[in-house]
Structure formats: structure tokens, C-alpha cells
């Protein structure tokens, strides 16, 4: 959640308020703020309201929107925003290495010698569409995830399985590969990297426009929030303060207001 802050004074066009004024809004709570020269606001914050999950409610509920709008227009699935890779081939150089990877069919790493030569080749997976199948079997038609490795936890993702590839001599097992196809803006398909997960099993993460254009494959924006403040004055007193709801946020600062007489 990202927060604006606006400071006014009382004379403010449009966003200013009266120091005293207690019709605050009902989805507001007031919050008196000193700044780092000592001098004080009053400020107003919105209540946002919480899911178990921890997102604010108003970023849950477009993704209800989202879902409803689902039901009234059949979109795309991920595989058929994916078409546009058939029958193409990408190359991504690392080091020694370099992976090329044809979409639906094989996924290779392999050794260049004077950039024309083959020396050294591993197959690390060829495409199953039944284990495919099988990895978003559990999910919804649009089978997005998330990736728990990721920098950014809310890039979503839809896989491919790759099996069956060149025999791993430290497991005895052939080489497999998931290919994770996410959201990307620039121009064209390419490779953005490929990690080993554990002993010869790999991710592989394409980056493809096509799937921009649905919607869930879209980051979560943040959700900004305006707080508007209003100087209060010098001989403001606390009794103004005592006027409002006692549900309030009063934030603790190391200020001392002097107390009301009728306090002692």
C-alpha cells in the first residue's frame, strides 16, 4: 500500500478544512501529526479494511470484478495467447553454455566451438503434454502461479512441462524442465533465464507479450492513498480535540499538549 501526503493550510482551496471540524467523512479517521520542526496537523486517513490475506479489500474486489467478467466474456486461454510461438526457436547464451528452446518440443543445452561446432549437448527436456496437463490440473482455466523464487511475488506464470531429456548421472534420473511463460512488454518472445532447481531439474522463464493481453497476467498495482492535512494553529487547544469520535486514531507523539483545566 502506498500513501500520498498533502499538507495544507486553512485557507487551501479545495482540500482544506476547519481545525475543529468533526463532519469528517465516515470511512475517514482523524490522526493529529507533528511534522519535524514541532509543528502539529490534523490529518484525515481512509479506513482500508483487510482480508485474511493482508491486501486491502478495494484490490480483492477487482479481482472479483475481473472473475464476473470472466463469466460474460470467454477470453483467451494462456495456451491459445501462446499460439503465436509455434513452430519458433529462441536462443539465450550464458557463459560456456547455450540453451535454445523450441516452443512444444525440445529444450537443449549445449557448447559452441568456434561459434559453429557442437561439442557438448544435453537435452534437458522435450515437451509432454500430459504431464503438462497434469501440472495445472488443479488450477482454474486460467492456470496462472506464482513464483515463490520470484523477486517479485506477484508475477504470475503458466507452465509447460518438459520430460524425458538427456540421463543425469548424479540421479540416475533424465533431465526435466518446467518453462514458465509470463507477462513481458517489450516487443518480442525471448528468453529471460533458466535456473537449476535442484539436481538437473530446471526452470526456464520465457517472457511473452501475448499473454499481456489477459488481464490476470497483469502485475497488482499498488493502491495509492491521499491524505490530506490541515495546519492547525498555534494556540490550537486540546479541547478541540476532545470533540472528536472516540473511535479515532490518535497517534502518540513525544509533543506535550498542555492539559485542559477542566482535565485536573
Not at 483467451?76 to 510461438?85: F, H, R, S, W
Not at 490476470?216 to 490541515?230: A, D, G, H, K, T
Request: include cysteine.
Amino acid at each position: 500500500m502506498e500513501i500520498s501526503l498533502q499538507t495544507c493550510c486553512g485557507t487551501s482551496e479545495g482540500t482544506s478544512r476547519p481545525a475543529g471540524d468533526n463532519a469528517k467523512d465516515e470511512d475517514q479517521e482523524s490522526v493529529f501529526m507533528p511534522n519535524k520542526n514541532g509543528k502539529n496537523y490534523l490529518c484525515y486517513l481512509p479506513k482500508v479494511e483487510k482480508s485474511k490475506s493482508g491486501k486491502p479489500s478495494i484490490q480483492l474486489n477487482m479481482s472479483s470484478m475481473i472473475v464476473e467478467s470472466e463469466k460474460r466474456v470467454k477470453l483467451k486461454t494462456p495456451d491459445e495467447l501462446l499460439e503465436a510461438l509455434k513452430e519458433q526457436c529462441f536462443v539465450r547464451q550464458e557463459g560456456w553454455w547455450t540453451y535454445e528452446f523450441c516452443y512444444q518440443k525440445t529444450l537443449r543445452q549445449f557448447h559452441l566451438e568456434d561459434e559453429k561446432v557442437v561439442v557438448q549437448e544435453f537435452i534437458l527436456g522435450v515437451y509432454d503434454a500430459e504431464a503438462t496437463a497434469k501440472l495445472n490440473e488443479n488450477l482454474s482455466d486460467i492456470s496462472t502461479l506464482k513464483d515463490p523464487r520470484s523477486k517479485d511475488a506477484s508475477q504470475r506464470y503458466h507452465a509447460h512441462h518438459y520430460t524425458n531429456g538427456t540421463m543425469c548421472d548424479l540421479t540416475n534420473q533424465p533431465r526435466e524442465t518446467e518453462v514458465r511463460f509470463v507477462c513481458s512488454e517489450p516487443p518480442r518472445a525471448m528468453i529471460n533465464s533458466i535456473t537449476e532447481l535442484s539436481t538437473c531439474k530446471y526452470a526456464l522463464t520465457v517472457r511473452c507479450p501475448t499473454l499481456c493481453k489477459h488481464m490476470l497476467f497483469e502485475e497488482e498495482r499498488p493502491v495509492w492513498y491521499i491524505i490530506n492535512c490541515n495546519e492547525l494553529p498555534d494556540d490550537y487547544k486540546e479541547t478541540e480535540r476532545s470533540e472528536e469520535s472516540t473511535d479515532e486514531i490518535v497517534m502518540v507523539t513525544d509533543i506535550k499538549y498542555p492539559k485542559n483545566e477542566s482535565e485536573d
